[in-house]
């Protein structure tokens, strides 16, 4: 099984208010559909894969540990 990540959203839609993004645009560049990264934030979704997480911190500018922790 692979591992998955829990999401921190709030740490996430801060980040995304504070650089002034738009949503849509994090998902494309994240390569996740927009309404996946609505779920993410909405806490639908709750585990991510690694891939996911790095993709999202690396739009974000940010570490990937900020905006999500190991969840076996």
Do not use: N
Not at 16 to 22: G, R
């Amino acid at each position: 099984m692979k591992p998955c990540y829990k999401l921190k959203v709030e740490e996430i839609q801060r980040l995304i208010a504070a650089q002034d993004l738009k949503k849509y645009w994090v998902a494309e560049v994240a390569g996740v559909h927009k309404t996946t990264l609505r779920r993410w934030l909405k806490g639908s979704i709750q585990k991510v894969k690694e891939s996911h997480l790095q993709k999202l911190a690396q739009v974000l500018t940010t570490e990937p540990a900020r905006i999500g922790e190991f969840s076996p």
